[in-house]
């Protein structure tokens, strides 16, 4: 066994999604001139581009040793999506501990294990046993226990919007920094890696950090912790709960978050370059349809869109 394929890889997990996905590029056809150049200038952009690259070359080399028929019939499946999904989950679990992928906090497979999903792209509403009312935002995933004691809302990943029911039995919301105890309320929850981000819509929130500090947040608040302390209580903003109407909502945000937002609801990458990161956008825009909305950016903004490919999207500086 190589060490070096299961030592922890200094790169994030989103410039690992970035290497597989240039990766599976290649393994599909000869890249375009248009391709060669894209992938060029990302391998080039930074050294950890480079590291990543190396790895999954690595772990390709060694998931195409194996006998495992899966692997096999995976490998060399004809085009597809579902090929595509299939063999980027291979490279990711053929990369060895979660950590390799930088996802210290939590393993690959368990949202693909969750009780409730929602895929890239998609929304979901649950009204659970108790009453409640449970929305998934594109790409979330949650675990749901209710039984005759308690009340139990895992969030594994991405977003959720709750709207709890009365009931005797304690409701409790985990995520990975702490517990949320909502108290008739509705609230909106997002996960991020090393923070939860709360938007308290009605009602009141208790917040237990990992650390154990408490917190009461009123209706009309939201704020960030990361399981030690947290951010000020600040009004709600434009955005909060905006997803649930199928909108994003801007107010003066920088096109690089706006872009970092919208890539949520699509798959492949959407990248915005440094050169009109900083410029600002107002407005509300219907997640449903991201390629109008790319197109409005072209009308609006002194921006072009490039498609190097259906995956791969660039925002620039126009010409």
């Not at 792209?121 to 108790?130: A, F, I, T």
């Not at 009312?133 to 969030?155: A, C, K, M």
């Not at 009931?167 to 919301?173: A, W």
């Not at 197109?295 to 995956?311: A, C, G």
Request: glycine letters at 6%; a positive charge.
């Amino acid at each position: 066994m190589n060490p070096a394929l299961n030592s922890p890889a200094d790169f994030s997990s989103q410039v690992a999604e970035q290497a597989v996905h240039w990766l599976i590029e290649m393994q599909e056809g000869p890249l375009s001139p248009r391709q060669q150049h894209a992938w060029q200038h990302w391998l080039n952009a930074h050294s950890e581009h480079q590291r990543a690259w190396e790895h999954i070359q690595r772990v390709n080399q060694r998931l195409r040793g194996l006998s495992s028929p899966l692997v096999h019939s995976t490998l060399n499946a004809p085009k597809s999506g579902s090929r595509r999904q299939a063999l980027k989950l291979l490279l990711i679990l053929g990369a060895g501990s979660a950590a390799t992928w930088g996802l210290r906090e939590h393993n690959p497979l368990t949202p693909l294990l969750a009780d409730y999903r929602s895929p890239i792209g998609q929304r979901r509403k649950l009204q659970l046993s108790d009453g409640s009312q449970l929305q998934l935002n594109t790409n979330s995933s949650v675990d749901v226990r209710i039984d005759g004691q308690q009340r139990l809302i895992h969030l594994l990943e991405g977003e959720i919007l709750l709207t709890s029911a009365k009931d005797p039995r304690p409701l409790q919301l985990l995520t990975a920094q702490g517990i949320l105890l909502p108290h008739a309320a509705r609230l909106n929850v997002r996960q991020f890696s090393e923070r939860t981000q709360v938007a308290v819509l009605d009602g009141r929130v208790e917040l237990v950090s990992n650390s154990g500090s408490t917190l009461l947040m009123e209706k009309n608040q939201q704020l960030s912790f990361n399981g030690r302390n947290w951010d000020s209580p600040r009004a709600l903003d434009a955005n909060s709960g905006a997803w649930v109407d199928g909108m994003l909502v801007a107010a003066h945000m920088r096109l690089a978050d706006f872009l970092a937002e919208l890539g949520r609801y699509r798959r492949g990458q959407l990248n915005c370059d440094a050169q009109v990161a900083d410029l600002l956008i107002s407005g509300s825009y219907p997640i449903d349809d991201s390629e109008r909305i790319l197109d409005l950016l072209e009308i609006s903004l002194p921006v072009k869109v490039k498609h190097f490919t259906r995956y791969w999207v660039t925002v620039q500086a126009r010409a």
